[in-house]
């Protein structure tokens, strides 16, 4: 069983994004122990890209602010690679298709898993166009972790979760990440729906979860969560180093609080 | 026949939230594509309402400048709107109607399909919002009151390069989110399936027209047509019908911007390297690290990092010939044209028309080239002031 897969036995987990090298790899380095420390029990890690579609303001400037201070995806790996024995949950790492096909589909693959990387996100690659990719992190044993959002027809969802493994991703509502203002009245029926073609798939829910009590809510239907943009947020809020790591610990407790 | 791919070019990379809506967009395409009611409705359309068919227009004076091979301009700017963009947002706002969308956005970059699109969703009576960057809003001010004029909403995008790029994330973006009530009209030749297709469709009443017209009046085809290349579609427009015309020589222009070598430009087939942008894989301008170049350019509508994947394939089977022109270059060729024949030329067209005196000093008299005229230059007066304030101080 997968790292990942196993993460969603006998507990609903939470699953955090960061951008990687924002706004450097030192802090993001100690935001990974801290998140760690705090309970976090998957780290999701965005490879910073020029133009995020699928992404809000939040994760936009914080991609922003990585390539600014001079991230690439090689220096990326490396600096997972060189701390893979201090991460003691798994590792995914979230990037758009373009910054994983200009470093060469063959390469990211064996490269993550020397990274010890468990896992790979690519929010605009669907199923159709994947094949090379997908081939090579089958090869890698890393799982590739795919999105269903709500208006997936059921028949694709059942093609898209037969090519999924350590986790099925769900979004929450039709938007982009970071937009906590949309509820979905249909969350319970189209969770219902995706667990219905999901099989032995674990669910994770994500975009749009803020605070405890949408969490606590998310939990309800889902088999874990995932939070980006308020981590982001809560993060940014501090002034000093101490404080943004301040931030992060109190926040995933709080979190952590209410996924029992 | 539907074109997913051109070779290995094309495709949808996009977020699954859209999967849905190109699917549907493809559908409904493919059905109505063959449908004589609407063919007949979006003829009718192009000939009442924007003007078709565009005059193919023989510039004296311009040949006898250059002295060599008769010139042709396709005649374009004479569209409803001022460019070739109307021809593709009716295609698109008939469509939009035909899916029930009430609502509808688009991306723009000099100003022009903004117009084009805020046009037709007036005449057919859809909200419409438009995404243009901060930058292009400063540079394109006439076509940010046009649009407003015609109750379209303009929102100014301050994310990245604040260009053409940046205003198509968030379009996509605000398409993602509204995908059930909203029509996203793409104003070129990028983007995922169907739209590559969908928009070379709508647009390929350039070539046919001209087809017809330079048999007309010269009882053969052209030995060259050029046109310019941002996203493509006004190249693609006029370059389709002639593809298996091996005789006809095709060159698409882009733009050099601030010079090749200094960086700042938009000449992507010449630049750049194969990678994925706004749902397909094409040429990009990318760093070594795969992150998207802004592009530069004097004329916003050539503004852009990418290209559409048809012309990424007709440059890999060296069926089009793709070669830049600069800012200066383009200037002077707007000078040239609004002087020597009365018209004056949108710096983006001015590109193609530039490439005039790399090509026709090379050409017997005899031979004939067709430019494709793909838009006017009312919206770059602005520009073209600046442009002459500046040259004022330098001679002061």
């Known amino acids: ?260 | 026949m539907t074109q997913k791919y051109f070779s290995e070019y094309g495709g949808r990379y996009v977020p699954e939230t859209l999967i849905p809506a190109l699917d549907e967009l493809s559908q409904t395409y493919q059905t109505i594509k063959e449908d004589n009611s609407f063919k007949e409705e979006y003829k009718a359309l192009l000939a009442d309402y924007s003007g078709r068919p565009t005059p193919l227009y023989y510039a004296e004076k311009l040949t006898e400048y250059y002295q060599g091979p008769e010139i042709y301009l396709k005649r374009e700017d004479l569209n409803h709107t001022g460019a070739h963009k109307i021809n593709n947002t009716l295609g698109q706002i008939l469509l939009a109607k035909k899916m029930g969308k009430e609502r509808i956005i688009a991306e723009t970059g000099a100003g022009q399909h903004g117009v084009a699109t805020a046009t037709v969703a007036a005449r057919f009576d859809l909200d419409c919002e438009i995404y243009m960057g901060a930058e292009d809003i400063e540079r394109q001010a006439l076509n940010v009151y046009k649009m407003e004029m015609l109750g379209a909403g303009v929102i100014p995008v301050n994310t990245g390069s604040k260009t053409l790029k940046d205003a198509t994330n968030q379009a996509i973006r605000d398409w993602v989110s509204n995908v059930e009530s909203t029509h996203y009209i793409i104003g070129s030749v990028v983007g995922p399936y169907p739209y590559p297709e969908m928009v070379r469709d709508f647009q390929k009443i350039i070539g046919e027209e001209t087809k017809k017209q330079i048999i007309n009046k010269k009882g053969k085809l052209p030995d060259y047509i050029l046109a310019c290349v941002g996203g493509g579609s006004n190249a693609i427009g006029i370059f389709h019908p002639f593809v298996d015309d091996q005789d006809v020589n095709l060159i698409g222009i882009e733009a050099a911007g601030e010079g090749i070598d200094t960086g700042r430009h938009a000449a992507t087939l010449s630049e750049g390297r194969v990678g994925v942008l706004h749902g397909s894989r094409s040429y990009l301008l990318q760093d070594q690290d795969g992150q998207v170049i802004p592009a530069h350019s004097i004329s916003a509508g050539l503004d852009y990092p990418g290209v559409g994947p048809e012309h990424s394939h007709l440059k890999a089977i060296n069926r089009v010939r793709y070669d830049y022109i600069d800012d200066q270059e383009a200037i002077q060729a707007f000078r040239l044209l609004s002087e020597r024949e009365g018209i004056i030329p949108a710096l983006e067209s001015s590109h193609a028309l530039a490439y005039l005196e790399k090509l026709a000093p090379k050409l017997s008299q005899d031979q004939t080239i067709v430019v494709n005229l793909s838009g006017r230059g009312d919206k770059d007066i602005n520009n073209f002031k600046k442009i002459r304030e500046a040259e004022a101080d330098e001679q002061n």
């Not at chain 1, 809560?234 to 996924?259: C, H, M, P, W, Y």
């Open chain 1, 1 to 260: 069983m997968s790292r990942i897969k196993e993460s969603f036995k006998n507990k609903k987990p939470l699953i955090t994004y960061i951008s990687g090298g924002d706004p450097d790899l030192d802090f993001t380095e100690k935001m990974i122990y801290q998140l760690q420390d705090s309970g976090v029990d998957i780290l999701e890690i965005g490879i910073p890209f020029s133009d995020p579609l699928a992404d809000g303001p939040t994760i936009q400037a914080a991609s922003q602010r990585a390539i600014r201070g001079g991230i690439t995806l090689e220096k990326l790996i490396k600096k997972l690679a060189e701390i893979r024995d201090e991460i003691e949950i798994p590792v995914i790492l979230m990037g758009y298709y373009n910054s994983i096909l200009n470093f060469g589909e063959k390469r990211f693959a064996h490269d993550a898993k020397a990274a010890g990387i468990s896992g790979i996100i690519i929010p605009d690659l669907p199923f159709d166009e994947d094949e090379t990719i997908s081939e090579q992190l089958k090869e890698a044993a890393i799982d590739q972790i795919r999105l269903v959002t709500p208006n997936t027809a059921t028949s694709r969802i059942k093609a898209i979760a037969d090519r999924s493994s350590g986790f099925l991703y769900s979004i929450a509502h039709l938007g982009i990440t970071g937009d906590s203002s949309r509820e979905n009245p249909a969350l319970k029926s189209y969770l219902t729906r995706v667990r219905e073609q999901a099989g032995e798939l674990p669910i994770g829910l994500g975009f749009g979860i803020d605070s405890p009590e949408k969490a606590k809510k998310a939990a309800r239907h889902a088999d874990g969560i995932i939070i980006g943009s308020a981590l982001i947020e809560k993060i940014q809020a501090g002034q000093t180093e101490e404080a943004r790591l301040n931030n992060a610990d109190s926040f995933v407790k709080s979190i952590k609080a209410v996924l029992v």
